[in-house]
């Protein structure tokens, strides 16, 4: 079943505010692991990904290390803008296919 | 290169009817697969084609169905819909395991 636990929502912070979204996951093996961003009436763009222990995803300023010990896979950034408003889904992989395990998404509101 | 693209964009049903929602991945992907997105459940996995086969194949009723052409074009099919199939149905194109693409979806309404 799913196997991504996501931090609930929604999540509000002011413009330059420092920016953490908690991911943890089970599997049985390494699965790579995700984050995408959804925007409002749109579908899930990639935002970064990491394949293996100890790799860091990064983009547009985010970041997430993969964290084999504690099964974990936070999303960072230093300073949100008011343009990063969006739902945050962080996701895993099974090794048999692109079979994604999603958590319920994180919404986050940047505001001026 | 042209994303992914999903057809149509909106849908309005009634009961008991069924739809077939279709799916062009990106140029040169051989591997589509389909989510559910609903506020209630989330995003879940339908199934995923590969090479006009289906790989993967997640929890849903046999009333949800997808097929592949040689050109990987997929469509997927609903039949006898119920109020609960509303949702944003997403499709994603992958030219490797651990990397998707997602189109823009398809919003079902199911009245």
């Known amino acids: 079943g799913n196997s991504v636990t996501q931090m609930e929502g929604p999540v509000t912070l002011s413009e330059e505010a420092f920016l953490t979204i908690n991911c943890t996951y089970t599997?049985?093996?390494?699965?790579?692991l995700f984050w995408y961003v959804q925007y409002p009436g749109e579908g899930l763009q990639l935002l970064l990904k990491a394949t293996k222990a100890d790799d860091k995803g990064s983009n547009k300023g985010f970041e997430a290390t993969y964290r084999k010990e504690t099964t974990s896979f936070h999303l960072e950034k230093g300073s949100v803008q008011v343009s990063d408003s969006a739902v945050y889904f962080c996701a895993r992989s099974e090794h048999t296919g692109n079979q994604f395990y999603f958590g319920t998404g994180t919404s986050l509101t940047v505001i001026p | 290169k042209a994303g992914v693209t999903q057809t149509p964009r909106y849908l309005i049903k009634t009961r008991g009817q069924q739809v077939t929602l279709s799916c062009s991945p990106i140029s040169g992907h051989r591997s589509v697969s389909w989510y559910q997105q609903t506020p209630g459940q989330g995003l879940q996995f339908l199934f995923e084609y590969f090479s006009e086969t289906q790989r993967n194949k997640g929890n849903f009723p046999g009333r949800f169905s997808g097929r592949q052409f040689s050109n990987s074009r997929s469509e997927m099919n609903v039949s006898t819909l119920e109020l609960g199939d509303s949702a944003l149905y997403l499709c994603?194109?992958?030219?490797?395991?651990?990397?998707?693409?997602f189109g823009p979806g398809t919003r079902l309404t199911v009245l």
């Open positions: 994603a194109s992958s030219l490797e395991i651990n990397e998707q693409f």
């Open positions: 599997a049985t093996g390494y699965p790579s």
